[in-house]
């Protein structure tokens, strides 16, 4: 496989809710390295269109791919199977235990038959840290509790435990929503970080345009269960929706501090 084919290809995807049509045939493609956009408003498709992504919900009909090869999910566990790594907005994290057991959550290293195995803490502390600093975060104590942790840094977490489980195709379901500005910009970072890995095809969703256009090689915008419009950031310059100029001026000095 090179680096142009797709990781993920989505084919005339249609999910229907009983008679209501939450997606009307949705195609996308994402390439290993990228990260591709998912934007659209509330109600769009696109908690829908992740949903049978991760093998939560079954599509009505359409298709999809998954290193040329097609998928058919009836668990989540079968999309986690073929590398298809989703975080959560609510990140499926513990606040009060440590970052470590965060990160193995229930994968832990044992010495010994369980239940009478000794946790090889030392070795999962040192490899959780290591995970972190790959994509650019530096956490001195791994023992401590998540609660004390930034929400970017948890962020990252998620991400990082993720990526060390498997997953090639990485979703991020609205990760900078519910972050502060500084925050919101370290988790952008991450993203970049990842991105730089080369091998592995995120797929952000957001409804903030401005985080789009600073780290989306490429972006899909949904409405009301279709595509309106495709393209690299650089296609939004001349787009009709006028909306996502609104953050122009700001963006000069985001993609600035993005650089540091
Ligand atoms: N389980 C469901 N049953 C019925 N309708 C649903 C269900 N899930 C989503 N919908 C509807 O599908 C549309 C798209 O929803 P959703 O995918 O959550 O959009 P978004 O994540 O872009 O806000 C909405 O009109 C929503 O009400
Ligand atoms: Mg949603």
């Known amino acids: 496989m090179s680096n142009l084919d797709p990781l993920v290809k989505i084919e005339n995807l249609k999910k229907n809710f009983g008679n209501f049509?939450?997606?009307?045939?949705?195609?996308?493609?994402?390439?290993?390295g990228e990260v591709h956009a998912l934007l659209g408003d509330n109600g769009a498709g696109k908690s829908t269109l992740i949903k049978i992504l991760s093998g939560v919900y079954q599509p009505t009909s359409g298709k999809i791919f998954v290193e040329g090869s097609e998928v058919k999910f009836s668990s989540p566990r079968d999309a986690s199977n073929v590398g298809i790594g989703t975080v959560y907005q609510d990140l499926a994290l513990n606040a009060l235990t440590s970052m470590t057991r965060n990160f193995f959550l229930g994968r832990e290293q044992i010495i010994g038959?369980?239940?009478?195995?000794?946790?090889?803490?030392?070795?999962?502390?040192?490899?959780?840290?290591?995970?972190?600093?790959?994509?650019?975060?530096?956490?001195?104590?791994?023992?401590?509790?998540?609660?004390?942790?930034?929400?970017?840094?948890?962020?990252?977490?998620?991400?990082?435990?993720?990526?060390?489980f498997g997953a090639k195709v990485l979703i991020l379901d609205e990760p900078t929503s519910a972050l502060g500005q500084k925050q919101q910009m370290e988790v952008l970072k991450t993203i970049l970080k990842v991105r730089d890995l080369g091998n592995i095809a995120i797929i952000l969703i957001t409804h903030n345009e401005i985080h789009a256009r600073l780290v989306a090689d490429r972006f899909t915008f949904l409405s009301l269960g279709e595509v309106i419009g495709t393209g690299t950031p650089d296609d939004l310059k001349d787009s009709d929706i006028k909306r996502l100029m609104a953050g122009g001026a700001e963006i000069g000095d985001l993609a600035a501090e993005l650089k540091r």
């Open 21 to 32: 049509t939450a997606l009307n045939g949705v195609s996308l493609e994402v390439f290993p």
């Open 113 to 164: 038959p369980p239940p009478f195995g000794i946790l090889k803490s030392k070795e999962m502390n040192k490899i959780a840290v290591e995970e972190m600093k790959k994509i650019g975060i530096f956490i001195s104590d791994p023992e401590q509790a998540v609660g004390t942790m930034s929400g970017g840094q948890r962020q990252t977490l998620a991400i990082a435990r993720a990526i060390y």
